[in-house]
């Protein structure tokens, strides 16, 4: 499963990717681990499709749950010390893994490039505006070979034919997924259903 044969340039994270490997086992449990490699290939996939930096690619699809398994106290203090919006805190570590975890990939991992931070910084909730790179880690992540849900095939033939298509299918779903387990709705994910879904015709 770590079939990817790339060597970093160093452009992106002064890091080698072993090196980055090796940082990523040591703060992910097995299984988030498993993913986030799952995720890397995919993005690497996406990536030659649509023309997008297959380096940048790796980067943002290992580094993207890098926080995730933070304890919430680590995100509150940092979302008080930048003095980030204060609706952050009526939410969890769901939404603060992305929102907020970009800032440790900056500062711990030494990653500087604002499209690769972006792009953790959205892969949870999307964003009005995406990159290329922003929209292929969204969609790397659900449908990452690992994911299995109802619609999981079609998610992967939608963004395979049209990357904008399989954005606003995932936006759609999630939020109807929200919405029927009575979860609160980001407000940024409300944007994105808004920007990528308004108009469109996925189903
Ligand atoms: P993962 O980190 O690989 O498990 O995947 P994600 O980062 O995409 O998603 C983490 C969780 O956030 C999932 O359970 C989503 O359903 C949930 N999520 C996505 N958008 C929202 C939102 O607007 N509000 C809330 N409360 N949860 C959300
Ligand atoms: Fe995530
Ligand atoms: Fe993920």
């Given at each position: 499963m770590n079939n990817v044969e790339l060597t970093y340039t160093?452009?992106?994270?002064?890091?080698s990717r072993e090196e980055l490997i090796e940082k990523l086992k040591k703060a992910l449990t097995q299984s988030r681990f498993e993913h986030v490699l799952r995720v890397e290939q995919m993005a690497i996939e996406l990536a030659k499709k649509n023309d997008v930096d297959v380096e940048k690619a790796s980067v943002a699809g290992l580094c993207?749950?890098?926080?995730?398994?933070?304890?919430d106290d680590n995100f509150i203090e940092l979302i008080k010390k930048y003095r980030l919006d204060d609706i952050l805190l009526q939410y969890g570590n769901a939404i603060w893994h992305g929102e907020v975890g970009y800032l440790l990939v900056q500062n711990e991992l030494g990653v500087t490039d604002i499209d690769i931070l972006n792009s953790i910084k959205h892969h949870?909730?999307?964003?009005?505006y995406m990159s290329k790179l922003e929209q292929i880690v969204y969609m790397a992540d659900y449908i990452e070979m690992g994911r299995d849900f109802p619609g999981v095939e079609e998610a992967r033939d939608i963004t395979f034919n049209d990357l904008a298509d399989g954005v606003a299918y995932q936006t759609k779903h999630t939020l109807q997924f929200l919405i029927s387990s009575n979860k609160p709705v980001y407000p940024k994910t409300i944007d994105t259903y808004n920007e990528w879904v308004n108009g469109s015709n996925i189903k």
């Open positions: 160093n452009k992106y994270i002064p890091l993207h749950d890098y926080a995730k398994q933070r304890p949870t909730t999307g964003a009005k």
